[in-house]
Each structure stands twice: as C-alpha cells, then as structure tokens.
C-alpha cells in the first residue's frame, strides 16, 4: 500500500464522519504535517507515512514543536491506525 492510499482512505474516513480535511502546503517549514483534519469540535494534524515508515528527523522535531504549542499530530502509516483515531461508530 503506497502513502497516497492511506491519504485517500483517511480523507473519505472524515467526510464520512462530517468532517473536513485539508492538504497543507507548508512554506519554508520543512517537516510540517501533510494534512489538516477537522472535525466537529476536534482538529489534529496529521502526518502520512506509508506502511511501516518513520518520520524523518525534521519532521520528528517540527512535531515536537506544535505539540508543545498544545497542537495534536498523528502519525498515520496503516488503515488500522485511522480506524484506531478515527472509528466509524
């Protein structure tokens, strides 16, 4: 399963929950997460990865630093894992 696959079912995943995602182009902030994910009084970050990849290390500390900031990042490399945050029931 490619990263893009994941992208696509946690984007459907959320609409189906009467949410809404965003694609987030990040300028001059390399590492930031891949994708803004709002919900009905919830909103985290989250960052894509294929199956079983890691978060370089930039990425790692740039999600230090909003979650500092009380920001919510997910790392997200399988379906399991979006149904773990993001349950359909």
């Known amino acids: 399963m490619r990263e893009s696959d994941i992208e696509a079912t946690l984007v459907a995943r ?9 694609k987030v182009k990040w300028i001059g902030r390399n590492g ?3 994708q803004l994910v709002m919900l009905p009084g919830v909103t985290v970050w989250a960052e894509i990865k294929a199956p079983g990849q890691k978060p370089r290390p930039n990425q790692v ?3 230090e630093r909003m979650e500092a900031l009380g920001q919510t990042v997910l790392v997200i490399d399988s379906l399991e894992l979006i149904d773990k945050h993001f349950p359909l029931n």
Do not use: N, Q, Y
Request: with cysteine; charged share 40%; aromatic share 0%.
């Open 61 to 63: 500390r740039e999600h």
């Open 32 to 34: 930031a997460p891949d």
């Open 14 to 22: 959320i609409k189906a929950l009467g949410g809404e995602c965003r």
